[in-house]
C-alpha cells in the first residue's frame, strides 16, 4: 500500500508561483509513474502533468503547458509539481496520483493510489 501526501498549496495572486510536493510512504515510487489531477468547483478531476519513473518522460495537458513542470526524486519518494504564471483558472483542489505507467496515470479511472489533495487558490 501507499500512502500520498500533498503540500504546499495556498493563497496566489495571478502571476504568482507555487511548488507542491507529494510525498509517499509505505512502500517505494520508485517503479510507478506519478501524476498530478485537479479539481476545480463544479467541475470533474482533469489530468495535468505525468511524469514516468525513471523521469525520462513527462506529460502535461495543454492548459499548464510552457507553465507548469513535474519532477521528482525517488531517492526522497518525492514528486514535485512547479508552479509559474498561476491564473485564476488554475484554482483548484490538487492531487498526486500513482500508476502503473504512463498511460493510466493519466486517466484518473486507471489511477492506483491518490493523495488527500492540496487547495491551490488563484486570486485575480
Known amino acids: 500500500q501507499v500512502q500520498l501526501v500533498e503540500t504546499g498549496g495556498g493563497l496566489v495572486q495571478a502571476g504568482d508561483s507555487l511548488r507542491l510536493s507529494c510525498v509517499a510512504s509505505g512502500r517505494t515510487l520508485s517503479f510507478y509513474s506519478m501524476g498530478w489531477f485537479r479539481q476545480a468547483p463544479g467541475k470533474e478531476r482533469e489530468f495535468v502533468a505525468a511524469?514516468?519513473?525513471?523521469?525520462?518522460?513527462?506529460y502535461g495537458a495543454d492548459s499548464v503547458k510552457g507553465r507548469f513542470t513535474i519532477s521528482r526524486d525517488n531517492a526522497k519518494n518525492t514528486v514535485y509539481l512547479q508552479m509559474n504564471s498561476l491564473n485564476p483558472d488554475d484554482t483548484a483542489v490538487y492531487y498526486c496520483?500513482?500508476?502503473?505507467?504512463?498511460?493510466?496515470?493519466?486517466?484518473?479511472?486507471?489511477?492506483?493510489?491518490w493523495g488527500k489533495g492540496t487547495l491551490v487558490f488563484v486570486s485575480a
Open positions: 511524469i514516468a519513473w525513471s523521469g525520462s518522460s513527462q
Open positions: 496520483a500513482a500508476a502503473r505507467d504512463t498511460v493510466a496515470v493519466r486517466v484518473a479511472a486507471q489511477v492506483t493510489y
